[in-house]
């Protein structure tokens, strides 16, 4: 992957598997919402061995500056070999159960401004008509659980969307990789207690840079995230509600 697109290239996640890439000499195009940690990242990666053609820092959910910010993208790197999008937070449940606002903003944060993201570097891709985009999911999409349910209706409606897309892009030059991490430990779960099943961004990044080069449908990381979930899919609801998850 010589040429890269990145929307959040300031995620903990996002920024570990970019220093695979800089190790290899990419070349990135890095947009984020925070001007001053997207410089850093960007003297990290040249540092370690990449070239960085152009960054951008606005609110992604000023869905208005996106096709301009894509154009500028795709002037600086020419042909794009992959988009990776990494944009998302991670809201307080109880706060969702309170506040329609809490809602709203969740909502916005993880499914409508990465929709209209993921729409439009799919756009891109198919005028090229080949590359590969990349998605930081979330395991919290498969199931419906009481404990995060607003956060992981969020996650499930991208994955149907990336779903729809592996659908529309069969049989072409054109790979979409859902990234499903389970629990890791990033700026995001800061003040979250952690425990046998968690991991850390660098422990993962590996596992992705190598399912997007193999172009995998999907990939949990850690990979045992697979089978909990296929567990947790299966259980009835009225087990799943007794349980503390």
Known sequence: MK????FGATSAICHELLKLYAHSG???SLLARNG???AAVADDLVARGGTVAGQSCFDFSLWEKLEA????AKAELGHIDLILVAHGTLPDAEKCEASMAAVKTCMEDN???AAIIIQSAAGLLATQGAGTLAVLSSVAGDRGRKSNYVYGAAKSGIDTLLQGLQGRFFGTDIRVVNIKPG???SPMTQGMESGALWSTPQAIAPAIHKAIAKGRRVCYVPGYWRLIMLVIRC???SILARLPI
């Open 111 to 113: 499914f409508t401004s």
């Open 26 to 28: 990419a070349n990135f």
């Open 36 to 38: 001053a940690k997207l």
């Open 3 to 6: 040429n890269i697109l990145v």
């Open 235 to 237: 259980l009835p609801t």
């Open 183 to 185: 629990m890791i430990e």
């Open 69 to 72: 910010a894509v154009a500028d």
